[in-house]
Every structure is written in structure tokens, then in C-alpha cells.
């Protein structure tokens, strides 16, 4: 795993079950790992990518997840279709270990559309989910009482000033295991 990038993930979607709601927005930063002797790997940025993905149902959406992620027709009008995404994210994030705040989330809709799209999941089979990385790290930090993306952000110091965007949260997520990490 040491040698492998590291492909930070956000995914934005019409609710909260990928059996029925669809990711609209896509983000990943993918990161290389450049050893330090003693003191864990440097994170190195090269890359960064967002997509709008364009909803087949949204009147299945939940209104909530619509408002909270910020979904409007005109911001989606050139929006793509799912496949070419998932054809690109799958080349982009090639080997690539699969980091999430909630993976389980993210890593479900990721899942589902790689079905869906009948495109190939080349990722790495290792996964790192931030949120028990920062349970772990801060457990005894007096301010940690919640371990949200926000939360974490906030006690780190991290700033996300577009929450629930998938860029922002995945450049809020970044720097964020990057803090955790001394990375």
C-alpha cells in the first residue's frame, strides 16, 4: 500500500440509497505518497477532478439532498452522463487507494455506479476511512465530541467554505488526513 497513490473521494447524491438515488457531483484528488524516514509519507498533490453528472431520475431526489448539495438545472445543464465519469474516474484513480470521510457512503454509490455503468472499479483493494482515522487520533482531544467532515475540519483548522460540493469536501478531506497524519 506505501507505494500507492492515494485517491481522495467525495461523492454528491439525490439521497441517501444508492440502490435509489444517483451521485450527482464527483470529486477526487489523487495524491502520491513520497516516504519521509520516521515520520510517515508526504502527501503530493497531482491531480484534481470534479464532474456534474446528470440525473436519469430525480424525481426519485429527496428534496434535502437536493437543497443541501446545491443541485439546480441551470448549474447542471452541460452536466454529464454517468458513464464517460465513471470511465475517466476508473482511469484517474488506477491502483489508487480509496480514501473517504464515511467511505461507506461514498464507496456504496461509487460501487453501484460502477454496476450500473458496466465500467471497471480499477482502485486498489485498501480503503481509509478519516472518520476512524480521527476517532483514533483524537479521542482524547477535549474539543472532538463529533466527527463529522465539518467537525474535524473546524478542529483542525481546515477550511471548506463551499460545504457539500464535492471539490470543496474533497479538498476539506485532503488536508484534513493530511493534518491527522503530519502527512
Known sequence: MKLHNLAF?????TGLDPNKHEIIELAVIVAKQIP?????????VIEEYEWKIKPLHIETAEEQALRVNGYN?????????LK????????KTESAIFVSHNLTFDYNFLMKAFEETGVENR???GKLDTISIAFARLYDAP???RFSLKAIAELLKVENTKAHTALADT???FE????????
Open 9 to 13: 473521494i467525495d461523492t454528491e447524491t
Open 36 to 44: 519521509r524516514e520516521g515520520r510517515g509519507p508526504k502527501l503530493e
Open 73 to 81: 438545472e441551470v448549474d447542471w445543464m452541460f452536466a454529464l452522463d
Open 84 to 91: 464517460p465519469v465513471m470511465e475517466e474516474f476508473s482511469k
Open 123 to 125: 482502485m486498489h483493494y
Open 143 to 145: 474539543l472532538a465530541e
Open 171 to 173: 479538498r476539506a478531506l
Open 176 to 183: 484534513s488526513y493530511r493534518k491527522l497524519m503530519g502527512a
